[in-house]
């Protein structure tokens, strides 16, 4: 009975031998290495679905969208009684959509990155060159009800939005400001658009001075993209959602106040300068036609990129959009 006891007592109490190869290299590490695994997994891959490429804020964009399109169809319907000449009005309701859109990239990244300063402040110069004729000459206003106030409505919005963004970016998120690549010069555009609009300008103030005043707001409106589309390409051809939407909605709306002055392109008058020669005319042709082609390489980009990742694409366009 003793010698089965110690027997006992040698077999529990013996270690058992190391054991080799595979199976020795696994049990060297206890299962709860794999229990601390898992939450760095989980926390790993929750951002990686939180930022997978081509998800934005769509449901923002939406809803923006939507309340626009409320707007501009009370405008068309219930103020312009559906006359033709409205279509000015929604080319600067969708202007001011675009601007707010770009003022919601700002407040949604907290940053300036991706915004052209210099871009903001041709527009806001733009918007006051027509505005010092809308507010109170009617030659370049449309015909209907909307003219009365709601297209001066909008323009002054987006003034006031352009405003108070290029007072985000340059002072309060100034840090982040891209300088150094916005720095395509505007002095030339300026100089060139009033040299222009003085040459060119139509008659239908029959005040020269507003009558330049507003050709120039036209000439600076729409190169007031090159400094954004400079920007771009400076940095890499990476654009956020919303300022392709603001780009975007920028050339719709040209193209809608586009469609206006062709079929309005013989009321418009001019002094001329060569008897028998309309020279306004073609001028206000022909500067929404300048936008649409500055704008059509990124044009490509973001229908592609839309019909690929939904509104709330980020496009990658080629850094050669802009010869530099």
């Given at each position: 009975?003793?010698a089965?006891?110690?027997?006992d007592?040698?077999?529990?109490t013996t ?8 199976l020795a290299?696994r049990t060297a ?10 939450p760095f ?9 939180a930022?997978k ?11 923006a ?12 319907h ?7 000449s409205?279509i ?9 959509l ?14 300036a990155v991706g915004?052209s ?8 110069l ?13 030659g ?12 001066q409505a909008?323009d002054a ?10 007072a985000?970016?340059l002072l ?5 400001y891209e300088?150094?690549a916005?720095?395509?010069?505007c002095?030339p555009i ?6 222009l ?7 239908m ?10 050709m120039a707001?036209?000439f ?11 920007l771009i ?10 300022t392709s939407?603001y780009?975007?909605?920028?050339a719709f ?8 002055m062709?079929?309005a392109?013989h009321?418009?008058?001019c002094?001329?300068?060569i ?6 005319s073609p001028a ?5 036609f ?6 059509g390489d990124?044009a490509?980009?973001y229908?592609k990129?839309?019909a690929k ?7 990658q366009v080629?850094?050669?959009?802009i010869?530099?």
């Amino acid at each position: 009975a003793q010698a089965q006891v110690a027997f006992d007592l040698t077999l529990y109490t013996t270690p058992p031998p190391p054991l080799s190869g595979v199976l020795a290299s696994r049990t060297a590490y206890p299962r709860p290495r794999f229990a601390a695994m898992l939450p760095f997994t989980a926390a790993a891959a929750a951002p990686a679905r939180a930022t997978k490429p081509g998800r934005g804020p769509q449901k923002p964009v939406l809803g923006a969208y939507a309340l626009f399109a409320g707007l501009a169809f009370a405008v068309y319907h219930f103020v312009a009684d559906g006359e033709f000449s409205a279509i000015v009005t929604m080319a600067v309701i969708l202007q001011c959509l675009a601007m707010l859109l770009l003022c919601l990239q700002s407040l949604a990244s907290g940053s300036a990155v991706g915004i052209s300063a210099r871009s903001l402040g041709l527009e806001a110069l733009a918007l006051c060159c027509r505005l010092s004729s809308t507010t109170w000459l009617n030659g370049y206003l449309p015909m209907d009800d909307s003219g009365d106030w709601v297209y001066q409505a909008f323009d002054a919005c987006t003034l006031l939005l352009v405003v108070g963004l290029l007072a985000r970016v340059l002072l309060k998120h100034g840090a982040t400001y891209e300088q150094e690549a916005d720095s395509l010069p505007c002095m030339p555009i300026i100089a060139a658009s009033f040299l222009l609009a003085a040459l060119l300008h139509a008659d239908m103030n029959r005040r020269p001075f507003f009558d330049t005043m507003w050709m120039a707001g036209l000439f600076i409106g729409v190169l007031a993209v090159l400094p954004q589309l400079w920007l771009i390409s400076r940095t890499g051809g990476r654009v956020q959602p919303l300022t392709s939407h603001y780009i975007a909605l920028m050339a719709f709306g040209r193209v809608l106040s586009g469609i206006f002055m062709w079929y309005a392109r013989h009321d418009i008058a001019c002094v001329e300068w060569i008897e028998g020669f309309n020279h306004s005319s073609p001028a206000i042709l022909g500067a929404h036609f300048v936008h649409l082609v500055l704008l059509g390489d990124f044009a490509y980009y973001y229908v592609k990129g839309v019909a690929k990742s939904g509104l709330g694409a980020t496009l990658q366009v080629a850094s050669e959009m802009i010869i530099v």
